[in-house]
C-alpha cells in the first residue's frame, strides 16, 4: 500500500492531510453546512446594516468614488481624481463601484447604500474565507473557517462601514485561496483559475496597491516550485525548462491583475507602469496622520510606537481559541516544514503551507521591523483574519481527526468545546452590536480593561447611537421645549456627519449666532474627548460590557460659549470632500 493511503506519522500529518483530494465522503453535508451558514450570516447582515453609523473614511472615500465616475462619464476631461486629498495615491476600486451602487440604489440614501455594498463584500470575504480553508485542508475546515471568520468582531464590525480595509481583506482572501488552488495544480493549473486569480489579486490592488505582496507570493510559490522539481532530477536543465513554463503563467497572472487595478484608479492609468510603485513608496512612509492614542496605559504618539504595538492589538482583539491556536499552529506548521517541506510526497502542500505562514506573518514583520506609522488598532491589517482563520481552522480540523482516532467521545467532547467558544463570542457580538469591532477579549477583561488603556471606538460609530439617545432624553424629559427649540451641541465629530443623525431643530456649535452657548456635548474616546467638561451632568451613555464608548454631556447652565464659523480663507486651505448625500 502506498505511502499516501496509509495512516501519516505524526510529524509528517500536517502536510500530508493539506491539499486533499476530492474524495470526502462528507463533503456534501459540510458544504451544505457551509452554504447555510453563509446564507444566515448575509441575513443578519442584510438585517443590521442600517443599524451601523457613519464612520470618519466613507465621505472621502464617497467622494473619490465620484470623481472616479466623472473621470469616466466626462470622457476623462474631469480630472478632479488625479489630485484628491491622498486618495489618489489608492486605487479606487471599491470607491467606483460604491458610486455606480449607489446610483442604482439611490432611494435608500448615500451612506445606507454603501454599508449595504459594504456587508455584501464582507461576506464575499466570509465566503472567501471558506474557499481557502477548503482547498488547504478539506471542507470541513472550510466550514471552520468560515465560521471563525465570521465570529471575528472586528472583522463582522467593520464590514458595513469600513470602505478600505474590509474590501481589501475581502480580496486578499480570495486571492489566497485561487493562488492555493494554482499551486495544487502546478505545473499545469488551469487557464479558468489563473484567470479568476489574476481577477482576484487586481481587484485587491485596486484598493490598496500593498496588494503587491500577492504577486510576490506567486513568484516565491513558482520559482521554488520549478527549484524543487529541477532538485529532485538532479538537472538544472529541468529547472529552467520549468522556470521557463511558470515563468508565464506568472507574467500572464501579473499582467491581467495590473488592468483590472487600473480600472479604478485614474493617476495611475496616466503612467501605469511607475505610478503604482511611486504609490507604494509613499504609502510606505505615510507619515500624514500625527496622533496621541491610547497604549497599554499610556498616552503616545503614533510615531513612536514600538515593536509590540500589532503583537498586542491582535493578542487582545481576537477571540481567546484564535490567538492560542494561531500560536501554536504557527510552531506546528514552521515545524513540519523543516521536517518534511523538501520531501517528494508532500511538496505542493508545502509550497501552499509556506504562502500561507508568509501570509500572515509577513507584512507585519515588514510593518515592525520598518517601523512603520500605525494606529487606530489593526484595521490596517485586517485582511490577516482570513488566513488566520484558516491557519487556525486546519489546526482544528486536525485536532479534531486525532480525536476521532482516540474514539467518538473524545470527538464529542472536542467539538462540543468548539461551539461553546464560539457561542460565547457570538454572545459578546450580540451584546456589543453595532460595535463590534471594539471587541477584546478576557485577556484584558474585555472592553471594559481596554478603555482608557487601548483605541476603542477610533472610527466614531457610537456617535449615532449617542445622538439617537440624546433625541430620546430630550423628548422624555422636556417635550415641549423641544419641539419649539433650536438646540446647538458640540462634540468630536464633524458637522457633515452629525447632521445624519440629528433633527433640524439641533445645529453645530459652528452654526451658533454670535453669543450662544452650547447646550449639549458628545464625545468618544479619541483624544480623551468624552473626559471634557468633566462636571456637566451625563445625561446619555454608549456602553457595552461596562465600556463607555459615548458620553452626552448637558452643558446648559455652564456658559460654555459656541464656536464661530471658520473663515471661508480657511476653509479654502485644503479641499475638503463634498457630501455624496
Known amino acids: 500500500m502506498s505511502s499516501t493511503s496509509t495512516t501519516p506519522a505524526a510529524p509528517a500529518s500536517l502536510l500530508a492531510g493539506l491539499l486533499p483530494g476530492p474524495g470526502d465522503p462528507r463533503a456534501r453535508w459540510y458544504d451544505g453546512a457551509a452554504w447555510l451558514w453563509l446564507a444566515g450570516a448575509l441575513a443578519v447582515a442584510l438585517w443590521t446594516y442600517q443599524d451601523y453609523g457613519i464612520t470618519w473614511d466613507e465621505s472621502p472615500h464617497l467622494a473619490y468614488g465620484t470623481r472616479i465616475h466623472r473621470w469616466y462619464t466626462s470622457g476623462f476631461h474631469d480630472r478632479a481624481a488625479l489630485t484628491f486629498r491622498t486618495n489618489y495615491f489608492y486605487g479606487g476600486g471599491f470607491d467606483l463601484l460604491g458610486a455606480l451602487f449607489r446610483r442604482l440604489a439611490a432611494p435608500l440614501g448615500a451612506y445606507p447604500a454603501i454599508h449595504l455594498l459594504g456587508c455584501l463584500v464582507g461576506v ?74 489574476a481577477l482576484a489579486v487586481g481587484l485587491a490592488l485596486s484598493v490598496r496597491i500593498a496588494g503587491l505582496v500577492l504577486i510576490c507570493f506567486l513568484g516565491l510559490a513558482l520559482v521554488l516550485f520549478a527549484a524543487h522539481a529541477g532538485w529532485i532530477r538532479r538537472s538544472a536543465a529541468s529547472t529552467w525548462a520549468h522556470l521557463r513554463q511558470l515563468g508565464r503563467v506568472g507574467l500572464g497572472v501579473t499582467a491581467g491583475a495590473w488592468l483590472v487595478m487600473l480600472i479604478g484608479w485614474p493617476w495611475a492609468q496616466l503612467d501605469p507602469l511607475r505610478r503604482p510603485f511611486i504609490a507604494l513608496a509613499r504609502m510606505s512612509s505615510f507619515d500624514a496622520h500625527k496622533r496621541k492614542m491610547p497604549f497599554a496605559g499610556e498616552e503616545i504618539w503614533n510615531f513612536d510606537i514600538g515593536w509590540d504595538y500589532l503583537p498586542r492589538y491582535f493578542a487582545l482583539q481576537m477571540p481567546e481559541l484564535v490567538v492560542l491556536a494561531l500560536i501554536f499552529g504557527t510552531i506546528y506548521a514552521v515545524h513540519a516544514l523543516i521536517r518534511h517541506g523538501l520531501g517528494r510526497a508532500h511538496h505542493r502542500a508545502a509550497l501552499a503551507l509556506l504562502v500561507l505562514l508568509l501570509s500572515i506573518w509577513l507584512p507585519p514583520l515588514y510593518a515592525i521591523a520598518r517601523g512603520s506609522i500605525l494606529y487606530d488598532g489593526y484595521r490596517h491589517f485586517l485582511f490577516l483574519l482570513p488566513p488566520i482563520c484558516a491557519l487556525v481552522a486546519v489546526v482544528l480540523d486536525r485536532g479534531l481527526t486525532r480525536l476521532g482516532r482516540v474514539g467518538r467521545p473524545a470527538l464529542a467532547l472536542g467539538t462540543a468545546l468548539l461551539l461553546a467558544c464560539g457561542l460565547d463570542v457570538a454572545l459578546q457580538m450580540r451584546r456589543l452590536h453595532p460595535h463590534e469591532y471594539v471587541y477584546f477579549n478576557r485577556f484584558i477583561g474585555g472592553l471594559a480593561g481596554a478603555v482608557d488603556n487601548y483605541d476603542t471606538d477610533y472610527y466614531g460609530n457610537s456617535f449615532k447611537e449617542a445622538f439617537a439617545g440624546l433625541k430620546q432624553h430630550l423628548w422624555a424629559t422636556e417635550p415641549e421645549r423641544y419641539l419649539g427649540t433650536i438646540y446647538h451641541y458640540g462634540g468630536c465629530i464633524s458637522p457633515r456627519t452629525a447632521r445624519h443623525y440629528t433633527p433640524p431643530n439641533f445645529r453645530g456649535s459652528r452654526e451658533a449666532p454670535p453669543g450662544a452657548m452650547v447646550d449639549f456635548f458628545a464625545g468618544y474616546q479619541r483624544h480623551r474627548c468624552f473626559k471634557r467638561h468633566p462636571t456637566a451632568p451625563v445625561v446619555y451613555t454608549v456602553e457595552r460590557d461596562g465600556g463607555p464608548l459615548n458620553l452626552v454631556k448637558d452643558l446648559r447652565g455652564l456658559d460654555v460659549p459656541a464656536k464661530r464659523k471658520r473663515k471661508a480663507k480657511k476653509s479654502k486651505k485644503k479641499q475638503a470632500p463634498e457630501d455624496p448625500a
Open 124 to 197: 464575499l470575504g466570509l465566503a472567501g474565507a471558506w474557499r481557502l480553508g477548503r482547498v488547504l485542508a478539506g471542507p470541513r475546515a472550510g466550514l471552520l473557517a468560515l465560521i471563525l471568520l465570521t465570529l471575528s468582531p472586528v472583522y463582522w464590525g467593520h464590514m458595513f462601514n469600513n470602505p478600505k480595509d474590509s474590501p481589501f481583506a475581502a480580496a486578499y482572501a480570495w486571492s489566497l485561496a485561487l493562488l492555493i488552488a494554482t499551486i495544487a495544480a502546478l505545473p499545469r493549473p488551469s487557464r479558468m483559475v489563473l484567470a479568476r486569480l
